[in-house]
């Protein structure tokens, strides 16, 4: 088959496509383990990874992004990233360095982040044919760039469209789902306007809680404090999405994620808790709300695959969850979507750098454990804690 052929068959096949940046990463964990180089990150590759998990080897190759290899890029790292089979666009140019970052931890969960080389942003224009109809789209940027990637890709579809270049898929013919983590250093007060802007043209929007703390000129974001709730409903009120339906998703690391629409507020813990010493498997949190929301978007067109199915059996019984469910309207693979995004920001925190893949028995595992296993073992507590509280999971607004 020609690459022109291999082109046209996976055209319109596209699932998730991320317009996050690769970078080698330097972290530095002020002092509580040793610092580390040369590690495989930045948005893109973690993103792919939670897209990834989700996907599975079945639909590995629905997940795209670009890759930028410069003079100084590890031969190790391209078998790495071979080793998912997605669908990876390798851009060599040997005339510049790779785009390296250095990232730096405090104890209250605050990151540092510098580039150590110039970065090759990737624009709109860079995305080909076949991931312009992407059915999700993933974003890290600021609020103006958010505005431009969106309005870029709808018209250059509609480009397509009337020039009879569509493919026949039928989300080709739909909007696709933008899902946008604003970058941490442009949650400022100067930029609230922007952000209130932005969000009418993504379907999810997704700071963490620290940085929607710092837009709005707060120490941080927290469930149980009432401004924090006044905050969230000022934001659900000035809308989300075309439509007012979207989404707000507040990653709030240790504890878990958060869920707020016009419909209802979900509350998920994080995969890893401690046991009865304190003591998790968390081992380095560098690029989890990536692959949270590289998940999270996957997931939102994964409904009647194997997680859902694991999902929707093991919640069967539950009341609250179909309650959940039929209050999510058309949102409602959401639920499904944010167990997802959980599970895989899990197995990206158990070591430095993105987890590994193997394939025993004829099954694929990451850090030698099935994403579905992982997903049943997740849903299953979820269940229990659910049944005894449901109002702390689950509250229809």
């Known amino acids: 088959m020609s690459i022109e052929d291999m082109a046209n068959a996976q055209l319109g096949k596209v699932e998730f496509c991320t317009l996050g940046m690769f970078i080698l990463d330097e972290i530095e964990f002020g002092g509580t383990r040793p610092d580390v180089k040369n590690v495989l990150g930045g948005a893109a590759s973690f993103a792919v990874v939670g897209a990834r998990l989700v996907a599975g080897s079945d639909h590995g190759r629905a997940v795209s992004w670009i890759v930028d290899v410069g003079s100084d890029f590890p031969p190790e790292t391209l078998e790495v990233i071979k080793s998912w089979e997605t669908d990876c666009v390798i851009r060599e140019d040997h005339s510049r360095l790779t ?50 990637i969106v309005r870029d890709i709808l018209q250059r579809r509609e480009r397509l469209r ?5 493919p026949s898929t039928k989300h080709a013919s ?21 952000f209130f802007e932005a969000n009418k043209v993504v379907d999810v929007v997704s700071p963490n809680h620290l940085e929607l703390g710092m837009m709005f000129d707060q120490p941080g974001w927290t469930e149980e404090d009432e401004g924090s709730k006044q905050l969230v409903q000022r934001i659900l009120d000035a809308g989300i999405g075309p439509n007012g339906d979207g989404s707000i998703v507040i990653r709030a690391g240790k504890d878990g994620s958060y869920a707020y629409s016009r419909a209802q507020r979900v509350w998920l813990p994080a995969y890893h808790q401690p046991d009865t010493s304190g003591a998790t498997a968390v081992i380095d949190p560098t690029g989890a709300g990536n692959s949270f929301l590289g998940a999270l978007a996957q997931g939102l067109v994964t409904a009647g695959r194997t997680p859902f199915y694991v999902i929707e059996s093991t919640m069967s019984d539950s009341h609250s969850w179909k309650q959940a469910m039929e209050a999510g309207g058309q949102r ?6 944010l167990i997802c995004a959980t599970v895989a920001a899990g197995f990206v925190v158990e070591q430095i750098g993105v987890p590994n893949i193997s394939v025993k028995d004829g099954k694929e595992l990451w ?10 073992l997740y849903t299953q507590r979820l269940f229990k804690t659910l049944e005894e509280s449901p109002q702390r999971h689950l509250l229809a607004n």
């Open 367 to 376: 850090n030698q454990t099935e994403f579905t296993e992982r997903v049943r």
């Open 99 to 148: 785009t390296r970052a250095w990232n730096g931890y405090h104890p209250n969960e605050k990151r540092d982040f510098k580039y150590l080389t110039p970065k090759l942003r990737l624009e709109p224009e860079m995305l080909s044919d076949t991931q312009i109809w992407s059915h999700t789209f993933h974003m890290v940027c600021s609020p103006a760039r958010c505005m431009y």
């Open 332 to 337: 409602r693979d959401l639920l499904g979507a």
């Open 174 to 194: 739909e909007r696709p789902i933008f899902v946008w983590e604003p970058v941490p250093d442009l949650c400022t007060p100067e930029e609230q306007e922007k």
């Open 162 to 166: 009337q020039a009879g270049q569509a």
